[in-house]
Nanobody
């Protein structure tokens, strides 16, 4: 059974930081590109960042320089360090596992709210 379980969301003031985690089981973790996506109310789900098994990263322009994606292949966990948070970062954040030729998996999401 494949599971992607996000944690670390919450309420934070503008300028603050949060670290999201996604614990993965049931797949060959190192073979998957792991990603973080987010969906704000009334909007589509958008890419935030991705990281390959070898550590190559890609970021949405809106988060470059503020967010950092990383992974621990031994622990099967992917992280998203979010700094200098803005109200427009408010969304549900989803973990994603993608491997060409295989099914794509999603976590249940974790809420991030940036507000004073």
């Amino acid at each position: 059974q494949v599971q992607l379980v996000e944690s670390g969301g919450g309420l934070v003031q503008p300028g603050g930081s949060l670290r999201l985690s996604c614990a993965v089981s049931g797949i060959i973790f190192s073979a998957n590109v792991m990603g973080w996506y987010r969906q704000a109310p009334g909007r589509e789900r958008d890419l935030v960042a991705t990281i390959t098994g070898s550590g190559s990263t890609n970021y949405a322009d809106s988060v470059k320089g503020r967010f950092t994606i990383s992974r621990d292949n031994a622990k099967k966990v992917v992280y998203l360090q979010m700094n200098s948070l803005k109200p427009e970062d408010t969304a549900i954040y989803y973990c994603n596992a993608y491997r060409p030729g295989y099914r794509t998996f999603w976590g249940q999401g974790t809420q991030v709210t940036v507000s004073s």
